[in-house]
């Protein structure tokens, strides 16, 4: 009987570094798993820094470029006379531009009332499809109803 409560001590000795084991291991899957969740979050962060980078790197050079652009027409302004054949070439210069700008907005504003009278065009049309759809849909209804 000694032995039988010796045996029953070993067993139980075996069973408690068993379960202590399986806790560390389902604590190292944890750790596991929050590891490759914190690679794959840093991994994302990183990704969106690098494209953030190449994004304010456009950004500067279309600034740059605009910023040449304007430096050329202001070295085209002070090339021209500062005489009065001078400010009577900005008049002229200037009226033709107003001209041209007021010809665009005209010309704008037709598109604009030619694509608004397409689009209630379509409205119609669709109005007149929806209306049609529901006859035909209560037509065919009354028919399933009669078989």
């Not at 010796?6 to 806790?23: F, K, L």
């Not at 304007?70 to 085209?76: A, E, K, N, V, Y």
Request: proline content about 2%.
């Amino acid at each position: 009987s000694s032995a039988g409560a010796h045996t029953s001590a070993t067993s139980t000795r075996v069973s408690r570094p068993r379960s202590v084991v399986a806790v560390p291991e389902s604590t190292s899957r944890v750790q596991a798993t929050v590891s490759y969740v914190t690679e794959n979050y840093i991994a994302f962060i990183l990704l969106m820094m690098a494209m953030l980078l190449i994004l304010n790197l456009v950004l500067v050079y279309r600034l740059s470029s605009t910023a040449q652009t304007c430096t050329s027409q202001f070295d085209i302004i002070n090339s021209l006379p500062a005489s009065a054949e001078g400010r009577d070439e900005w008049v002229r210069i200037l009226q033709q531009q107003q001209e041209l700008h007021k010809k665009e907005i005209e010309r704008w504003q037709e598109v604009l009332k030619w694509i608004s009278k397409l689009v209630s065009e379509v409205h119609g049309s669709l109005d007149k499809l929806q209306k049609s759809s529901i006859y035909s849909s209560s037509t065919w209804s009354g028919e399933k109803s009669e078989l």
